[in-house]
Each structure stands twice: as structure tokens, then as C-alpha cells.
T-cell receptor, first 114, second 110 residues
Framework: DSGVTQTPKHLITATGQRVTLRCSPRSGDLSVYWYQQSLDQGLQFLIQ???????AKGNILERFSAQQFPDLHSELNLSSLELGDSALYFCASSGKRGGSDTQYFGPGTRLTVL | SQQGEEDPQALSIQEGENATMNCSYKTSINNLQWYRQNSGRGLVHLILIRSNEREKHSGRLRVTLDTSKKSSSLLITASRAADTASYFC??????????FGKGTMLLVSP
């Protein structure tokens, strides 16, 4: 158990819909990262927050957004969903800003868009 | 875009044998990390090796890093059926984000 929790575990929705994925980092970790894992693209970094502020951005679509709240939990919002958004979405957390350190991954949310 | 590329894509061995997986990357790094993922589940951190280190051990795991060749290898000794999983290398290049390879699927048969 990494100490990172993600909800929900599974999400099935239709194209055009909007969903919110939630992540609670390990106790004391200030950084939260979001990754998308799909069969064709592999594991892709989406976005990082550190102590409530956006720190780094990766291959995140404009239809996707995230935020980190004062209690350090984070939410990833996916809107106008397309079939290709079906994937595993992982959240990870770490303690340091500069982050040459270990990231601890949650169990993931499996999103299926029908 | 993928930074690391693991080789082989899939590996099948018997329990007790050693498993070696390789990772190549393209740009300079601060550190390289190896993760394990059991089917469809979360990633588990195995080991981190910094750019100024050449070899690191953790239990049955041995990782080497050759920055001149931009490559790393993960050796699992005396493999067990429970080692069956996908193994990913991930590089860190200054910011805290990790860039993952596509992984090696390891199957260890009893």
C-alpha cells in the first residue's frame, strides 16, 4: 500500500460527458502528479501540482484540468469525453518540489468511455 | 513522448532463473527509476539510481546505469512466480516529472 488513494476505482461513462477523478496523496507529501496509461500511448505525464500550485505540465489536453486543494488532495477533471480518453489514470505523490525522489503511485482509476 | 525504451518487450523464464531488462533513453538525466506494475494495478517503486551512480542493489534487484551509453539494466536474480509483472524504467531530467518507457512484460513460470 503506497498511501496514495484514488477514487473511484472504475468509471464508465458516455462520450461528451464530464468526470472528476480524486486523489489523496501520502501524508506529508506536497506534490501530486497525474498520469494517463493507455495501450497505445503508454504512461504519459499529464500535470503536477505542488502545495496547491501548478508546477509542471505534460501532455494534458485542453479538455482536461486539475487542481490541488488546501488539504493537498487533488482532482482531475475530464470533459467532453471521447472514446480515446478511455485509459487508466494514476495519481502519484512525492515530498519534494524539485523531485529527484521517489513518486508513490495510487491504484488508479480505470475510465471507460462508451 | 517516450524517453525510455525497454528491451525486450516481453520475457518468459522459469522460476529460479535470472531476468535482465534493459532501458535506453535519449536525453541527460538526474536519475533513473524502475517500477513494477502487476496487471492493471498501480505502479510500485523498485529502485532509484542517480546519474552519478553506476550500480545499485536492493534485495534480489541489481540496477546498472551507463550514462555514456544512455542505458540502464535491471537484473532480477532467482526469479519467483510472484515477480510476474510489467517493469518500467522512468527517467527524471531536472523537473520532478518522470518519463516512462513502454515496459517489459515478465512472465515467470513455476
Amino acid at each position: 500500500d503506497s498511501g496514495v488513494t484514488q477514487t473511484p476505482k472504475h468509471l464508465i461513462t458516455a462520450t461528451g460527458q464530464r468526470v472528476t477523478l480524486r486523489c489523496s496523496p501520502r501524508s506529508g507529501d506536497l506534490s501530486v502528479y497525474w498520469y494517463q496509461q493507455s495501450l497505445d500511448q503508454g504512461l504519459q505525464f499529464l500535470i503536477q501540482y505542488y502545495n496547491g500550485e501548478e508546477r509542471a505540465k505534460g501532455n494534458i489536453l485542453e479538455r482536461f484540468s486539475a487542481q490541488q486543494f488546501p488539504d493537498l488532495h487533488s482532482e482531475l477533471n475530464l470533459s467532453s469525453l471521447e472514446l480515446g480518453d478511455s485509459a487508466l489514470y494514476f495519481c502519484a505523490s512525492s515530498g519534494k518540489r524539485g523531485g529527484s525522489d521517489t513518486q508513490y503511485f495510487g491504484p488508479g482509476t480505470r475510465l471507460t468511455v462508451l | 513522448s517516450q524517453q525510455g525504451e525497454e528491451d525486450p518487450q516481453a520475457l518468459s523464464i522459469q522460476e529460479g532463473e535470472n531476468a535482465t531488462m534493459n532501458c535506453s533513453y535519449k536525453t541527460s538525466i538526474n536519475n533513473l527509476q524502475w517500477y513494477r506494475q502487476n496487471s492493471g494495478r498501480g505502479l510500485v517503486h523498485l529502485i532509484l539510481i542517480r546519474s552519478n551512480e553506476r550500480e545499485k542493489h536492493s534485495g534480489r534487484l541489481r540496477v546498472t546505469l551507463d550514462t555514456s551509453k544512455k542505458s540502464s539494466s535491471l537484473l532480477i536474480t532467482a526469479s519467483r512466480a510472484a515477480d510476474t509483472a510489467s517493469y518500467f524504467c522512468a527517467t527524471n531530467s531536472g523537473y520532478s516529472t518522470l518519463t516512462f518507457g513502454k515496459g517489459t512484460m515478465l512472465l515467470v513460470s513455476p
